[in-house]
């Protein structure tokens, strides 16, 4: 008897962090044994994402908006069909979907798991503090239907799985697996300017408070990212350096070098960069939001994100210490070392196994950690 799954299909985008989150898994499965036909949606990657991606399975890309960039719910209504047809065709044992909407109507005899690493009412109640307006209504309604449908549902933190349950209450398959990093630990020489990477034409990076900041903190602040969006959404930087998007090997680079990371962000449903940070050995200055105070309280400081006087003097005062910079490094890289592609890989494949045979929106067992 073969293996269960010996074939996956994983939706991916080539536009946030869901695209690094899927090659680092998908190789890390890949040494288990897992093929990875991955299905893309959304605007089409770069050359060297296509490269990136061909060292470690097929890509497909389909053409079809990601449910963010869509204007109605009829723009979607081909994604279920086109995902199930794709199943079949490549025989796939289980379709791995990193947006809970792709779920709805999902009309497949493969179990489904759904991971959850944004969506829009989370991210409206977050960055703006309320409920999406009427006409994004149709987001909330398409994320709970996927996420009752799937088979499982994954939060990469407590903090995000509270967030889901707030916004589309129980879910009573859902469990946490932390994301992980492929980032090499290392410590070397600091220059002294801060460093900080995201999408920041998105409201939830608050870009806008980091660049305020820049202008206070006495510090060359570096922006690595895009700042236009796809849908016309855009940061003008007037006080920190854009360094425009940037190759993953690069990003990182540069990150290594700097002396301190600053990630403002309203909104993390776990936070890529700053594990990227803690993992380079970067002395952290984050947001004071609950995911950032779950997965590094005690190893970064922490300053409030609505105010860029008082982002700057956190970031002032860190540089002012290079004592408390270097034990908070420490102590981040120590917690860092958790998060790795292995245990990731092993907890969402215990969660595959379990998935065999199961139907859609039955309650599981899980192996991995469960919300509390």
Same mark, same amino acid.
């Given at each position: 008897?073969?293996?269960?799954?010996?074939?996956?299909?994983?939706?991916?985008?080539?536009?946030?962090?869901?695209?690094?989150?899927?090659?680092?898994?998908?190789?890390?499965?890949?040494?288990?044994?897992?093929?990875?036909?991955?299905?893309?949606?959304?605007?089409?990657?770069?050359?060297?994402?296509?490269?990136?991606?061909?060292?470690?399975?097929?890509?497909?890309?389909?053409?079809?908006?990601?449910?963010?960039?869509?204007?109605?719910?009829?723009?979607?209504?081909?994604?279920?069909?086109?995902?199930?047809?794709?199943?079949?065709?490549?025989?796939?044992?289980?379709?791995?979907?990193?947006?809970?909407?792709?779920?709805?109507?999902?009309?497949?005899?493969?179990?489904?798991?759904?991971?959850?690493?944004?969506?829009?009412?989370?991210?409206?109640?977050?960055?703006?503090?309320?409920?999406?307006?009427?006409?994004?209504?149709?987001?909330?309604?398409?994320?709970?239907?996927?996420?009752?449908?799937?088979?499982?549902?994954?939060?990469?933190?407590?903090?995000?799985?509270?967030?889901?349950?707030?916004?589309?209450?129980?879910?009573?398959?859902?469990?946490?697996?932390?994301?992980?990093? /492929?980032?090499?630990?290392?410590?070397?020489?600091?220059?002294?300017?801060?460093?900080?990477?995201?999408?920041?034409?998105?409201?939830?990076?608050?870009?806008?408070?980091?660049?305020?900041?820049?202008?206070?903190?006495?510090?060359?602040?570096?922006? /690595?990212?895009?700042?236009?969006?796809?849908?016309?959404?855009?940061?003008?930087?007037?006080?920190?350096?854009?360094?425009?998007?940037?190759?993953?090997?690069?990003?990182?680079?540069?990150?290594?070098?700097?002396?301190?990371?600053?990630?403002?962000?309203?909104?993390?449903?776990?936070?890529?960069?700053?594990?990227?940070?803690?993992?380079?050995?970067?002395?952290?200055?984050?947001?004071?939001?609950?995911?950032?105070?779950?997965?590094?309280?005690?190893?970064?400081?922490?300053?409030?994100?609505?105010?860029?006087?008082?982002? /700057?003097?956190?970031?002032?005062?860190?540089?002012?210490?290079?004592?408390?910079?270097?034990?908070?490094?420490?102590?981040?890289?120590?917690?860092?070392?958790?998060?790795?592609?292995?245990?990731?890989?092993?907890?969402?494949?215990?969660?595959?196994?379990?998935?065999?045979?199961?139907?859609?929106?039955?309650?599981?067992?899980?192996?991995?950690?469960?919300?509390?």
């Amino acid at each position: 008897m073969k293996a269960f799954p010996s074939r996956i299909l994983m939706k991916v985008d080539a536009v946030g962090g869901v695209w690094r989150y899927s090659l680092d898994l998908a190789a890390e499965l890949g040494r288990r044994g897992v093929e990875t036909i991955f299905v893309g949606l959304g605007p089409s990657p770069e050359p060297h994402q296509i490269a990136e991606a061909a060292k470690t399975g097929e890509l497909l890309w389909l053409g079809l908006p990601l449910d963010w960039m869509a204007g109605c719910v009829r723009d979607l209504e081909s994604v279920a069909p086109m995902l199930a047809e794709t199943a079949e065709r490549y025989q796939v044992d289980l379709l791995h979907l990193n947006l809970p909407s792709q779920a709805s109507g999902l009309h497949s005899q493969k179990p489904v798991v759904t991971v959850s690493h944004s969506c829009i009412p989370t991210w409206s109640m977050q960055v703006k503090g309320t409920r999406p307006p009427q006409n994004w209504h149709w987001h909330g309604v398409l994320n709970r239907q996927g996420l009752m449908q799937a088979t499982a549902v994954v939060a990469p933190s407590h903090s995000h799985g509270q967030a889901l349950e707030t916004c589309y209450g129980p879910l009573p398959h859902l469990s946490v697996i932390e994301n992980a990093s /492929a980032v090499q630990a290392s410590c070397r020489q600091r220059d002294a300017v801060v460093f900080a990477a995201g999408r920041w034409w998105d409201e939830g990076k608050n870009g806008r408070v980091l660049d305020a900041a820049a202008g206070l903190c006495g510090l060359p602040v570096l922006m /690595a990212g895009e700042l236009q969006g796809p849908e016309g959404q855009s940061l003008v930087l007037s006080h920190a350096r854009g360094l425009g998007p940037m190759p993953h090997r690069a990003t990182v680079a540069a990150l290594a070098q700097a002396e301190i990371f600053a990630s403002p962000s309203l909104y993390e449903p776990f936070g890529l960069a700053a594990l990227e940070a803690a993992r380079c050995g970067v002395p952290m200055v984050l947001a004071d939001i609950a995911t950032y105070r779950e997965l590094w309280q005690d190893a970064a400081l922490f300053a409030p994100p609505d105010d860029p006087d008082a982002f /700057a003097a956190v970031i002032r005062e860190f540089h002012q210490r290079p004592q408390q910079r270097q034990a908070l490094a420490a102590r981040a890289m120590f917690r860092a070392a958790e998060f790795t592609l292995a245990r990731q890989a092993d907890a969402m494949l215990a969660l595959y196994r379990g998935c065999s045979g199961a139907k859609a929106a039955s309650p599981l067992c899980l192996s991995a950690r469960r919300l509390s």
